[in-house]
């Protein structure tokens, strides 16, 4: 199976901060990778497919890129919606396989 | 507008089956891969499998407990049975469609089973 591993695992951050989350694959994916939001309670929200492409109605603010084995996640000015939990996903081999999870927490 | 809706018993017992039902409404599931996916208190997500509307299935080797899925398309519903659970399987469980390109950016609300006696 491939290994999606993000860092930081939590993260503190005031509203309009810029903040940038980090996920290795353990092998090349090319972009076959999604990001996702998810607060308490809620099912996932896609973000990002394809490594850099913005899923509809998400804000431009959101913003992905990398390939191969490297891959960022930024948000250019937190807003007071952003504090959630955010996960990476690797769509290159089944099985499909997430990252363990980057919390976002308000400062 | 697509959405999903999974339902099933909140509660099962150890060496039972869990059975859950994913509905579609606003759109057909015929043409589309469904999958599974859930997610235990405090861990991260994990793909259970995945079906296409013509019933091909392609499940994750990593699961402990046997899993069948199905798709009854004149009802518009995609199922989950996982057979023998124990409490490694209490989870919140989610379907989610796929895009042409496999991408799953369509995700239900999520239901959460828990297995115990």
């Known amino acids: 199976d491939i290994q999606m591993t993000q860092s930081p695992s939590s993260l503190s951050a005031s509203v309009g901060d810029r903040v940038t989350i980090t996920c290795r694959a353990s092998?090349?994916?090319?972009?076959?990778l999604a990001w996702f939001q998810q607060t308490p309670g809620k099912a996932p929200k896609a973000l990002i497919y394809?490594?850099?492409i913005l899923q509809s109605g998400v804000p431009s603010r959101f913003s992905g890129s990398g390939s191969g084995t490297d891959f960022t996640l930024t948000i250019a000015s937190l807003q007071p919606e952003d504090f959630a939990t955010y996960y990476c996903?690797?769509?290159?081999?089944?099985?499909?396989?997430f990252g363990q999870g980057t919390r976002l927490d308000i400062k | 507008q697509v959405q999903l809706q999974e339902s099933g018993p909140g509660l099962v017992k150890p060496s039972e089956t869990l059975s859950l039902t994913c509905t579609v409404s606003?759109?057909?599931?015929?043409?589309?891969?469904w999958s599974w996916f859930r997610q235990p208190p405090g861990k991260r997500l994990e793909w259970i499998g995945y079906i296409y509307s013509s019933g091909n299935t392609n499940y994750n080797p990593s699961l402990k407990s046997p899993v069948t899925m199905s798709v009854d398309t004149s009802a518009d519903q995609v199922s989950l049975k996982v057979t023998s659970v124990t409490a490694a399987d209490t989870a919140v469980y989610y379907c989610?469609?796929?895009?042409?390109?496999?991408?799953?950016?369509?995700w239900g609300q999520g239901t959460l089973v828990t297995v115990s006696s």
């Open positions: 996903q690797q769509f290159r081999r089944y099985p499909l396989t």
């Open positions: 092998q090349d994916i090319s972009n076959y």
């Open positions: 989610a469609r796929a895009t042409n390109n496999g991408w799953y950016l369509l």
């Open positions: 394809a490594a850099s």
């Open positions: 606003g759109g057909s599931i015929i043409g589309y891969y």
